[in-house]
Every structure is written in C-alpha cells, then in structure tokens.
C-alpha cells in the first residue's frame, strides 16, 4: 500500500513535469534576460511581451480544443489573414465596426464549418483536411488582394487593435477574458467533459451516447472564429490587413499548445499550459532581440523545445501503458 | 541422440517475480519424447509467462530455477537462443506479414539467395511447396497472405516453425481464431508432427481439443504447478475444477431471478456483412426478451452475435433493417443516445477498443455515459459527481486506492468493472454484454457473474454472447443458437448441454 501511495505520486509529478519544466525555463530565461538587460522588465517590454503572446493565445486557446479531441488545426493561419482582409475591406468601404468586424468572423465560422463536416462526414484525416483548407484560404488572400496589403483603416478599426484600458492593451484583455471562459467551459461544463472523453476514446465516447460528431465540429468552427477574431485585432494593431499577416501562425499556435503540455494523441491538455507555452515562445523571441542574438536563433530553440516536450509525452505514455 | 533420458524438456522448480506479484511459483514440467503435453490454466495462471521464460521473450530473464534440454541446462536470453536449442512458438494472435508472399513469410530472417546475394526466387518457391504440404496448406506460395483465410494463415504459422525444424514445438490456444472444422484440421497437422518426433506443448482450455490430441496434462493456478494426469485418467470436470480451484458450481453464482412479461421484442432483424457484400450476416431474426431473464446467444466466432447487438444498439446502421420494441415502444427509429436513453446498456467485447478511456480517471469513466445526472445547466456538479462514483466504485468494489486512479493502472477486471458501474449508473432495462469476462482473472470473473445475476434480480433483461460454453450455460435462462444469420436452435435450461449448442452452432457447415 505504501509503496504503491508513493508510486502514484511520482507519477502524479511526472504527469505534470512537462508544465513544471516549461515554468522552470520560463523563471530561468527571465531572470537571465533582466540580468543581461534590464529593460526586459521595462513596462514597455512586458506590454510588448504579453501583447504577442496574445495573438498566439487567443488562437491558441481554441486550438488546445481541437488537439485535445485527437484533432490538428493548420488551417487557422490563412483564416486570420483573410479574415482580417474582408474585414478591413468592408471597412474601407464605410461599413459600420461591428459589421466589419461580423463579415471576418462569419468567414472564419464557414471555413470551420467546412473543415469539421469534411473531418467528421467524410472522414478524411484532419491533417489533410486543413492543410489543404490552408492553401485554399491562401489562394483566396491572393486573389482578393492581389498580394498588396489593404490600409489605411477607419480610426474606429484601428482604435480596436491599438487601444488600451488603464494601459493594458485591448488584445491583452480580450485574451484574458478568453482564457477565462476556455478554461471554465473545459473543466465546467459537459461540453468540456465531452471534448476530453472524444480524445481519450472516440469509440467509448460514442457509444456512451456522446455527440462526438457535433462536437468534433464545433472545436473546428472554435478554431477558426478565433483565428478571424486575431487576424481582425491584428489587422487594426497594424492599421493595415497583410496577405501575409497569419503566415507561419499555424505551426507557432500547435507548437505552443505543445509545448503547454497538450497531448498530441488526444484526451489531455490545459489552457494553463497553452498560456505557458505562448508565453515561452515570445519570451524567447524577446530574450533573443534584448541580449542581440540574431533571431536566426529562434527557429533552432522552439524546435529543441517542441520535440523535448513531445518526447516526455510519449515517454509518458510508454511508460504508463496507454500508447 | 537419444542420451539425454527419459525427458526431452525439463523445467525445474522455476519462480518468476515481478516487483511484488510472484506470477509463477516453483513450477516444474515435464516434457518426453514424442509427446503432446497440454498445459490448461485460467487466464492469469501463468501460461504466458511461461511461454515468455522459455521463448527467450522474458525482456529480463531473471527467474530463478533451471531449464533443461535433454538433461542439459539452458538459459534463453533472447528469441534465438531459443530458436537455437530448437524450441518454436506459435502465438494466439498471428503474426504474420501480410502484404508480402505466403513464401516470404515462410522463410523470414533465412531468405534463399543466389550466388549474387539476391533472393534467390525459383528455388524459394520450390521449397515452400514442400514445407506447405507438411501442414496441409494447399495454396500458391506467390500469393500475398493477406488474401489468405484466418485458419490458412494459422496453418502458415505452423510451417513456418516447422521450416525452422524444431524439435519443441509450443503452440499457445491456436485454434481461438479457428471454426470446428478448421481447427480439427490443426488437431490433424499437431498428431502428424508427433508421428515425425515434434514434441509438442499445447496451451489451451478447449477441453475437447485437449483431450483428442493430449497425451498428458499439467495444470496450472495462479502461478502455481497443480497437477499431472495422463489424458486417459482424468475428466474433463475434474480438470476444470483443477483450474479454477474450487467446485465449478460456486463459479457462477447464478440466482434464479423472477422472469417477468417481455421488455425487449426485436422482429425481422437483418445485419450487413461486414466484409461479403450482399450478404447478410444477420439474416431476418426474430426474437423476445423477458424482465429478469437472461438470454443467451451462442454460436461461433464471426457467427454475427457483436455485430446483432452492435445494430440493435444503433453502434453500426448501415444497411441495417429490422424492427425493435422495448417495453412496447418502437425504438428502431432512434439515435443511439436514443437508445441509451430509452434504456439499453452495452458492454462490449474489446473494453480497450470501447470500452474505457485509458487516460482517464475511474471518476470519469464511471459518469460518462450518464453526465445528465451529474450536469446543472450545462456546468458539471463536481460534488455529485465525486458521489456517484464513489457509489459505484464501492459497490462494485473496484480495486484502486480512490476514484481518482487512472485506468490503465487497473488490472482487466477492475477495468470491466468500471465499465460495467458506468452502465449501471444509466437507468438500464435491458443490458447486452458482449464476452463479458473475456481476459479477466477467476476471482473478478465470478463478482462480474454476481453483478449481472443482482441485475436480472432486479428485473433488467440481459442478453448475453459468450463463447465460453459453461460460462453461457450457468448463467442463461434460455438459449439461441446463431449461425449463418439465423437462429438454428433454442434451448432452455433443463434441455440445453453443450453439445447440442455446438451441433446447431456447426449445422449449416456440415450440409
């Protein structure tokens, strides 16, 4: 009895090494960083810091949804470029904000739409699904901007991406209150329940009389509404919707969510562990420009760190015999 | 040759511990010359473990006690040593490779070459035809294993050991996978090694396959070596009786529930095949189900008994056409939250596949079928959650430290308790339980027996497939005998015997 007591806390901590791991590197390369320059902790930084995390996040928090059922989303970063055009355009063309605003997010939710019925009905794998999805949105950005970004924006649009309360940027509290509710839905609510159950076991979850094809859809739809409402915040940071502006946003948003300790294979993850691993991969990104490391450098860490946060899952998983 | 006494294979005193489970205990076996030695024992005995030891396959090989080969000690540290001293196995589940040649396979790892070191074709083929007669397979050696049949693909298995000519030859309950007549064809191919000095070590608890081709017995316990008979001096009873270590009767503790008016009518059922288009595997079956009975559907494997309860409980829909009543309401129409919410639970055969959620805690598997009870406007009651499982974690007495252990920490039957709480949780009035005790000790095998006879007790009709025949005839009320899409038969507990079920279970085969 004790030492099965005493096993199953080791294993307790092992089960949460990966978030302890990220913390540790997160305390390290701060400290690190404010040593070497202390503009690090600069009021200046720190919004600039938390500022990009949030456009990871907000994508990312969705994303942790779509993994934890067994799914894969690459499609989010042409969605948040496009979504960000058809929102600036129908500004420019003197809409109101809130419709503009509408215009992208309704993108976002057919393409979502489109990628859950091609996953849940058809049944082709999720990887292909959006990865074709991500060149089909691309192909769109271009058609419709011929590659030449759209700006200036209406002062209400720009206002929604620059603006800030008491100093802390909009985007900041958007993400905040997102977090919030992605973490309460998650572990609150029966939809969350049914999100973990799907990625544990589809078969098991079905047959418990579980919606498991409504529900794979919806974490789609949630992935790309997400994507369009970064890609419209980020249009109107800017003050311009870049063809280019959700590039490569795709494979940062997994690897963050990676990173935070979500399970490739399905059936665990936490919006917690998101926050640490979008966190991560701008705290890097500014250590890198504050000690004057080329950002080349960049690339090779986040790499590093992704396959040594996939290899203890798999590790775990090996050990503890659900592989 | 024949220097090395009476035995060929001698396993002495052998002891394997794993950190604090002792999975076999002072073991010793005997094996002469030319012989067919069956070892019977329970699921969890310590048959595999055994194998493991004497295949090399044991990743540590630290038990203590000595292996002998005609007198000589032995230690296998790997699949070759073994292979090495002449010592084949042949597994349960098949291993083959199917998308290559019945040949390839056949000579893996040894593959023929020319002078050029490329695989020499012509006299690959040659020789195959030869090793293939040896089990009388009758197939091309260039046709891709996979278009083989399961039997054939056993039977391949077979030559391929043989290919390596070994003078053990351990084969580990082969015909699981095999219809009657396939696997007396194997019975056929074992009697024919003996002739040609193969011993042969047979695992199984088939006790008519034992006693056709066994010369003599060993049975094994928990981990522990019980007894020695020569085939001719013992029963069939007294060997199950051997197993299980107590008088089969305490095994199924069947109490003889109040059979009430009927709750489930299904009528004109059809099931797709689920491989053979415009076949039905489930042909236009008609049958009634009493509250507090369980009835019982009995035929061989692939017979089609999973895939009626699959399509009664809307698991599988395609195709299927067929109308079904419970307590007098259609529900044929229904999704199967429908069904589920109507009342009808389903434990299926493979609780890995869809069972449980290994990542899981027991908690979360135990609610998962029935979070309307535990769910307030959408947002979980941790509390009554917490509740419930403890309820039924206690219940079923579930053996883990709290409701919060994962799942896959459980052994098999604590694991298909948990799945059985989480259906009990449900409102139930009908269960279908699907080889309920299939891969579970003795011990948790005769609590799951107990469970289900306090839920007929408590007037929910079951059905229950089993292909462990005693198992089907202790605990049912009434019988159906599937096969080729029908029901061939129907006894009820005063007139049924296993060879009557077997006899309409194989009757279409026969004409």
Known sequence: ?323 | MQNGGEYLLELDHITRRFLSVTALKDVCLKLKRDEVLAICGENGAGKSTLMKILSGSDSFGNYEGTIRINSQPMRFRSTKDAENAGIEMIYQEISLHLDLTVAENLFMGALPATKWKTVDWRRMIKDAYEYLQNVGLHVDPRQKVKTLSTSQQQLLSIARAIAKKPKILVLDEPTSALTQTEAENLLRVIKDLKARHVSCLYISHKMDEIFQIADRVTVLRDGEHIADYAACDVTPKKLVEDMVGRKIEVLYPKQQAHIGEEILRVEDFCVPHPYMKDRNIVDGVSFGLRRGEILGIAGLVGAGRSELLNAIFKAQEDGVSGKVWLEGKRIDGLSLRGIKESGIGYLTEDRKRNGFIAGAAIRENIVLASLSKIVRGGLIDHKAERQYATEYFRKLSVKAPDIETPMFHLSGGNQQKVVLAKWMMTDLKVMFFDEPTRGIDVGAKTEIYRLISDMANQGIGIILVSSEMPELISMCDRFLVLSHGKFRAEFTKDNVSQEKIMKAATLVEEN
């Open chain 1, 1 to 323: 009895m004790n030492s099965h007591s005493k096993k199953s806390k080791l294993s307790q901590l092992l089960q949460r090494f990966d978030q302890l791991g990220i913390v540790l590197v997160l305390i390290v390369l701060m400290v690190a960083v404010g040593f070497k320059n202390s503009t690090f902790y600069s009021w200046d930084n720190i919004i600039n810091v938390l500022r990009s995390t949030s456009f990871i996040f907000i994508i990312g928090i969705a994303i942790t949804y779509v993994l934890i059922t067994g799914g894969l989303d690459l499609s989010v970063g042409s969605v948040m470029a496009m979504a960000g055009i058809l929102s600036a355009m129908t500004a420019q063309a003197g809409a109101p904000l809130l419709v503009s605003i509408l215009c992208g997010i309704l993108f976002g939710f057919a393409i979502g739409l489109i990628n859950g019925i091609l996953v849940v009905r058809m049944n082709i794998p999720t990887l292909i699904v959006t990865l074709g999805m991500m060149y089909v949105v691309d192909g769109l950005v271009l058609i419709v901007t011929k590659g030449s970004p759209i700006y200036p924006l209406p002062d209400s649009f720009k206002a929604l991406g620059q603006g800030s309360i008491l100093g802390v940027p909009n985007i900041v509290l958007i993400a905040l209150v997102l977090a919030l509710i992605g973490a309460f839905v998650l572990h609150n609510t029966q939809y969350g329940r049914c999100v973990y159950a799907i990625g544990g076991n589809r078969e098991t979850a079905r047959l418990a009389g579980i919606h498991v094809n409504a529900i794979q859809m919806s974490v789609y739809v949630l992935a790309s509404v997400s994507a369009s409402l970064g890609g419209i915040l980020m249009a109107g940071r800017l003050n311009s919707a870049q063809p280019s502006a959700g590039s490569g946003y795709e494979l940062t948003v997994v690897a963050a969510v990676i990173i935070g300790g979500t399970s490739m294979f399905g059936g665990s993850g936490s919006i917690f562990g998101t926050l640490l691993g979008a966190l991560l991969m701008t705290v890097i990104e500014n250590a890198l420009l504050l000690m004057k490391i080329s950002a080349y450098w960049q690339s090779l860490i986040v790499g590093i760190i992704i396959i040594f946060a996939v290899g203890l899952d798999q590790y775990r998983r090996k050990k503890y015999g659900m592989g």
